[in-house]
Each structure stands twice: as C-alpha cells, then as structure tokens.
C-alpha cells in the first residue's frame, strides 16, 4: 500500500516544477525579444504618464483654455501646442491616453469574461451544447457588428437619463447619466470583441476534458462549477493571458473609431480617437494636433501588438521558431 | 456539396430575421423618436406625422409592415424617396470604393506576403514585414488624415476630397485614389501577415519538395503549388474583412466627404430615421452573409481536407 504513495508524490511534485518552469521558460524567451520589450517598456510609460501624470498637474489640465492661445504651434511653455480651443494638447493627450486605455482594459476584461465563461462552458459539455453554442458563434461572427455597435451607441445615448429620471420618480438619489456613455462602451464593445476569445477557451477546454486529472476530478464527484474554475480555467491561461493583450489594442481601436464617428467618448472629455477626430478636421491649419495623438495612439497598438506577439511565441514554444 | 450550400442558404433566414429584429427593437425601445427633435412641428401634426408612417401601431404590427415592403417604405427624413432609391443611388459609391479597396489589399498584400515568405527572418522578409506591423498600428482614421496632408495639401498631387470628379459621374478620377488606398493599405497589412503565415507552413511540405525535384521552375512552384494553399488563411479572412470594410467605410466617406451609403447610415441613425437605418442594416446584412457564403464555399472547393470531412 505504500507504493502507490511513493509514486504519487514525485510525480506531484514534478507536476509543480514542469508549471514552474514554464512560466520562468517563457519569461527567458521574452527577455531576449527586443521588441516585445520596447513596447512592454513603453506600455509601462504609458500607464504611468496617464494615471500617476496627472497628479502633478494642475486639477483642469485638460480643460483649461487660453482663449487667445488657440492653435498655437508647439514650442515654449506649450510642448506639443494647444488646440482649437486654446487647451494644453500635452495635457489632453495625458487625459485622452487615460480614457483610451481605460476603455481598453474595462472593455477587455467584459470580454474576457464573457468570452471564458461561454468557452468553458461549450468546451466542458461538449456534444450538441458545443456543436449548438459554436454554430451560434459563427453566426454572430459574420454579422456586421460595428453596424450593431454603431446603433447601440446612437440609440442608447438618452437611456441614462430616462433611468436618472426613473430612479428620481422612486424618490432615490442613484444619478448614472455622467458615467453612462462610459458603461455603454464597454458593453457595446465588451459584447462585441469575446468571440474569438470564445473559440480559442473552448479549443483548450476540449483538449483538456481528455485529459486524466480531468477525469479524476470527475470520478471523484466533484461538483462541475468546482472542476471548471479550480482545475480548467488556471489551465487555459497561457493562451488568455496573449489572447488578452491583443484584444486591449483590437478594443482601443474600436472605441477609437466610434469616437472618431462622434460616439464614443464625449466632450470635453478626450480619448485619443477624439483628439485624432479633432485633428484631422484642424489638420491645414494645426497639423500638430493629428500628428501628436496619431502618433502615440498608433505606438500604443504597435506595443500592445508587440507585447502580445512576443508573449505568444513565449508561452507556445512550438510555434515560436518559424 | 449541394446538400452544404442549400443547408447553409436556409440557415441566413433565421439570421437575417434576428438581425432585423436586433435592429427594429433596438431602434424602437430606445427613447425618442424620428419627430421629436423638430422644434416647429406641433403636437398634432406630429400626430399626424406619426400616424402617416404607422409609428401609432402595436410595434409587432409595424415590424411585419417593415419587413414585408422595406425597400418600399420612405425615408422619415428624405419624404418622397424610397429606402430602395437611396440604396440605389449610394451603393454604387461604397461599392466601387470597396472594390478598388479590396484589390489594392489582395496585390499589395498578397504580393508583400509571397515575398516575406521566401527567406523567413532575411532582410526581404523585415522589410515587408514591418510595413505591415505598421499598416496594422495605422488605423484608417489616422492613416486617411495622413496621405491627405501629404499628397493633397502639401504635394499638391490629388484632391483632397470629393469622389468621381465635379459631377461625380466619372468612371474613375484622381479623386478616387487616396479614399482607396487609405482603406485597402490597412487590409493589405492584414493580408501580408496571413499570406506569409500561410506560405510559410506550406513551403515546408512534402509536396513543394516533389514539385521542386520533377524540376518544376521556381515561379511555377510559389504560383502553382504553394500559393493554391498559402492562400487559404487570406480566403478566410475575406468574410470578415469585407464587413471591415463596410464599417471602414463609414470612416473614409466621412474623411474624405464622398457620397456613399456609410456616411448616409451614421446621419440616419443620427436622426432616427429608423425605416432608412433599417434598410441599410438589412442591405448590408444580406451582403456580408451572402458573401461569407461565397467564402466558405470556395473554402470547401480550394481546400481538399474539407471535402473529405464533409
């Protein structure tokens, strides 16, 4: 009887180790990726010039207006100029990256959840529930999404305040028409970007099903909610964790197109997709105000980018050497 | 094969007929309506108003209605013009602009990927490599303001705006090769990235060496050989990308001011013109599952591994 444990227990340990190794593996491989550096570092500035910048700045940094300052080209006091409306474009691009890469994040993570939740569940049962949910996705896949996005956020727009006003009528304080246009974008774009993340747990999930710590969970009975979060979902990670940098960039552009279309973010509050919109229509006159965001938003994709590459050929060393 | 397409045809009732609902409700639950923002129109023509278009009726009467004779039904803000018309009249706008789009995507692209492939990770491969990396970073919004600052205002070489010349009427003009360009080089990226991917796997086979012992020249190998299933990834994507570039439509009608459908369905959800959002929702739907069936099928004819599962 003592056998059987002698064997379990090497074998369980060198279960930690291979785990271990793949992550300190992965993270060899991404050091000597140049670029996945640089765009990490980058993505790293970026973060702590929009979140933490702000702080030694003046309260309206990026709403303040000289109006005699309008469209004045950079240089001086004015880094990178000011805009149309004689604000600081420094201070707007430092306010508009914290949007965009708010929206970014808070989007990507609705996705992710809806995209984990739906592929576990479609790979774990498998069978006509797998076959039905996937069928579904294909479909949802070819329909013109933008176009449903796009109408969300036209026709949604009100809809904040017919709620402050419904919640007024009960006699309650509850106000979320500020915040609404914010909400609506994560929804709209969080339910729009989980398909492919969708396919891709599911795939993993499938896999994993056959395999037999898998099937000993089940015969030992453990409850199903219990197998998928405890022992599946720390099992897909590696493909998530890649998979979600490349939707943060795929979610920014998003949000940067409806706002360039005029409804996304709403003024006087900028994300970068605004001040590109405002730039280009400024561009004879003020090219510096298409050219900074242009700029900083396109290195924010291309790091985003980047990383997620260099993350992918970390974590699946067999696609890695092509 | 007969049996796949007719079953995969019957399968785009249901989902038009979601897409429709999708929209119908979304644009009927929301608050205000097509009337309200007209400060001039008094309460009772606008129940007038209301009535003339069937907005007084049980919604689910009124989604038969729009159903039954959409391209019939007139446009809440264009009276006397029939969703149809407008269709007509603008298609042929976005669909030359799609059309010039996506064949300057499929040479650059697939020519750009056809090249990387050849000697992965030399000097021929960064160099088209790194200008799709940065095709792809380059959304259209950036990318179209760009080329216009440079070859419209400051080089002077194309128009900056307008479509088909002063009537509008023309074949093709000058005036047609920046709004493409911006649209097909972000694609061109995309296609780049998957045709070097594709090529790559396929250059490695068995096969490719067959045809390379039997002395088959160079060119006739990429062309013949490899290109036939390198070029499977970049059939694929063409579902998808064709509703990109319905979308991307929206933005470089708007950028460069060309009179197109894309720009008419932005203003239309705008002023809640709900017979015309609809309409062009349907037309738009219709054309991306139609299309995305042309795809699959040409999967299933290019890629033998398909058939045999069928």
């Known amino acids: 009887m003592t056998e059987p444990d002698s064997q379990a227990k090497p074998s369980a340990l060198d279960q930690v180790e291979k785990g271990e190794s793949l992550w300190v593996g992965a993270w060899h491989r991404l050091r000597k990726n140049k670029m996945a550096l640089v765009g990490g570092t980058f993505i790293l500035l970026l973060v702590g010039l929009s979140f933490i910048g702000p702080f030694f700045l003046e309260d309206n940094y990026y709403t303040h207006q000289e109006l005699d300052l309008k469209m004045k080209a950079p240089g001086g006091e004015y880094i990178l100029g000011t805009d149309h409306l004689g604000r600081d474009q420094l201070g707007r691009i430092i306010k508009g990256g914290q949007i965009s890469l708010m929206v970014g994040l808070v989007a990507t993570i609705v996705s992710l959840t809806i995209g984990i939740g739906y592929g576990t569940i479609s790979g774990y049962f498998g069978g006509n529930i797998d076959r039905f949910m996937m069928r579904v996705v294909d479909i949802l896949y070819s329909l013109p999404f933008t176009i449903f996005v796009i109408l969300l956020m036209v026709f949604a727009k009100d809809l904040g305040d017919s709620i402050d006003v419904w919640f007024k009528a009960r006699g309650s304080d509850f106000s979320i028409s500020g915040q609404w246009n914010m909400l609506l974008l994560f929804v709209a774009i969080g339910a729009v970007e989980w398909l492919t993340m969708a396919r891709i747990v599911r795939g993993q999930v499938l896999s994993l099903r056959k395999q037999e710590f898998i099937e000993a969970c089940i015969s030992l009975g453990l409850p199903t909610r219990r197998i998928i979060f405890r022992h599946m979902v720390p099992n897909v990670l590696g493909p998530v964790i890649v998979y979600t940098t490349l939707t943060i960039p795929a979610v920014m552009l998003l949000e940067a197109f409806l706002s360039f279309l005029g409804l996304g973010v709403q003024p006087p509050t900028p994300s970068w997709g605004l001040l590109i919109k405002d730039g280009a229509d400024r561009m004879r006159e003020a090219p510096w105000m298409l050219i900074y965001p242009g700029i900083m938003f396109a290195l924010a994709l291309f790091s985003f980018n980047f990383v997620g590459d260099g993350l992918r050929d970390a974590l699946d060393p067999k696609t890695s050497k092509d | ?310």
């Open chain 2, 1 to 310: 094969m007969f049996v796949f397409i007719l079953r995969r045809i019957l399968e785009t009732i249901p989902v038009l007929l979601c897409v429709a609902a999708m929209t119908f409700f979304m644009c009927r639950l929301a608050p205000g309506g097509p009337f309200d923002d007209d400060k001039q129109v008094t309460a009772e023509v606008r129940e007038q108003l209301n009535k003339q278009f069937n907005l007084d009726k049980p919604l689910y009467v009124q989604f038969y209605q729009y159903l039954v004779n959409l391209p019939k039904l007139q446009s809440f803000k264009y009276p006397n013009r029939t969703v149809g018309d407008i269709i007509k009249q603008k298609f042929p706008v976005s669909f030359k602009l799609g059309f010039f789009a996506i064949t300057i995507a499929l040479g650059i692209g697939v020519l750009f990927g056809v090249i990387a492939s050849l000697k992965p990770n030399s000097f021929i491969d960064y160099i088209p490599s790194s200008l799709a990396m940065i095709g792809i970073c380059l959304p259209t919004f950036v990318m179209g303001p760009i080329l216009m600052y440079i070859f419209a205002l400051k080089l002077k070489l194309l128009p900056a705006t307008g479509w088909g010349g002063f009537d509008g009427d023309a074949i093709f003009h000058t005036d047609m090769i920046l709004p493409s360009l911006t649209l097909g080089l972000f694609y061109a990226a995309y296609i780049s990235r998957l045709t070097r991917g594709g090529m790559l796997d396929i250059l490695t086979q068995d096969y490719i060496r067959t045809a390379k012992a039997k002395g088959a020249s160079g060119l006739r190998v990429i062309v013949k050989h490899a290109m036939r299933g390198g070029l499977l990834p970049v059939i694929s994507f063409m579902g998808p990308a064709v509703a990109g570039l319905i979308a991307g439509s929206f933005v470089i009608e708007t950028i460069f001011n060309i009179p197109g459908l894309g720009k008419d369905f932005v203003q239309s959800a705008f002023n809640r013109d709900y017979t015309l959002v609809l309409g062009v929702v349907m037309f738009y739907a219709t054309l991306i599952v139609l299309l995305n069936l042309v795809v699959d099928i040409l999967q299933v004819t290019l890629n033998p591994k398909l058939k045999f599962n069928s």
